[in-house]
């Protein structure tokens, strides 16, 4: 069986949870902590030099780390990784921007407002940065499904699953999602697919 070594607070880990459920791949989780060091043991470090989550451990003792490379591999074949080439490069287009433009504003800010752990780090001129970041981040997404029910192409795939992790919970963080209409009708188509599971779900 897979092991997915997962945080369960993290919209990186929760990619590949719902995705692995949406398809239906038995798995199981060994749950990590990147606050409490358990990412950064050495057994951890051999098996993922990143020293992250989420990882995948296959069956055959390979690993597979990065939660877009997790969504690319297991999507390959199936309906969430478009087969037109152009909507395959547009689902990859949206992973970039997730990793590069969404991620390192949105989730931070949620972090740094939810954890414990990273209070230090909670200073208004962060804030407003990561505010201000996040906001157009999502005025990005809000152009494209202001006219469209999803992200890349005519269906649900894996471009969705993987803005969707940290945008369902972007409030956690301060954001009104309410300034986004777009997105949020977003949201909730995703969270009406067949198979859908929270990010509380674990297998």
């Not at 945080?7 to 949406?22: H, M, T």
């Not at 798995?27 to 951890?44: C, W």
């Not at 795939?157 to 969707?164: F, K, T």
Request: with cysteine.
């Amino acid at each position: 069986m897979l092991t997915l070594y997962s945080q369960q607070v993290s919209g990186n880990s929760y990619k590949p949870r719902l995705l692995l459920a949406l398809l239906e791949i038995p798995f199981r989780i060994v749950e990590m902590n990147t606050y409490d060091g358990s990412t950064r043991k050495p057994d951890y470090l051999a098996k993922n030099p990143i020293g992250r989550t989420p990882l995948i451990e296959f069956e055959d003792g390979r690993y597979l780390a990065e939660s877009n490379a997790i969504l690319l591999h297991f999507a390959e074949g199936t309906k969430y990784l478009p087969a037109d080439p152009y909507d395959r490069a547009k689902a990859y287009e949206w992973l970039f921007f997730e990793q590069y433009e969404h991620e390192p504003a949105i989730a931070v800010r949620r972090s740094i407002t939810t954890a414990p752990e990273r209070a230090h780090l909670k200073t208004p001129e962060r804030l407003a940065q990561a505010l201000e970041k996040g906001n157009a981040a999502l005025g990005v997404m809000e152009k494209r499904l202001s006219r469209a029910d999803w992200l890349a192409g005519d269906a649900h795939s894996i471009a969705d699953i993987s803005l969707y992790a940290y945008t369902h919970c972007a409030g956690e963080g301060g954001y009104d999602l309410a300034a986004f209409p777009g997105v949020s009708a977003w949201l909730g188509r995703v969270a009406e697919q067949p198979g859908h599971v929270t990010i509380d779900w674990v297998p």
